[in-house]
């Protein structure tokens, strides 16, 4: 269990509490944005090799969460992780 005191931990259940979550490669929220990070940590996503390419992902690809923030904090979050298609980028859920 992961302690209440994380540096990690930053208010993130306004926005990531009970919501659902697909795993997925990465893909951009929209045309001009390069990248994403970790809401947690701050790991870098992008479609480069030398960044995060697979995490977990809001519906709508806004919120991204690597998979060791993940495995951290996903009873404290109550995350349901769903088996969708790839998000669509910009799309509300």
Not at 13 to 36: I, M, P
Not at 55 to 65: P, Q, S
Request: aromatic share 16%.
């Amino acid at each position: 269990m992961t302690d209440m005191t994380d540096w990690r931990l930053q208010g993130q259940e306004r926005f990531l509490k009970g919501v659902s979550l697909a795993k997925q490669t990465y893909r951009k929220y929209r045309e001009g944005w390069e990248h994403d990070h970790c809401e947690f940590c701050g790991a870098k996503f992008s479609e480069r090799h030398e960044n995060l390419n697979v995490g977990y992902a809001t519906l709508d690809c806004y919120h991204w969460i690597c998979e060791n923030c993940y495995g951290d904090f996903k009873d404290m979050f109550q995350w349901k992780v769903v088996d969708t298609p790839p998000c669509t980028p910009g799309q509300q859920t």
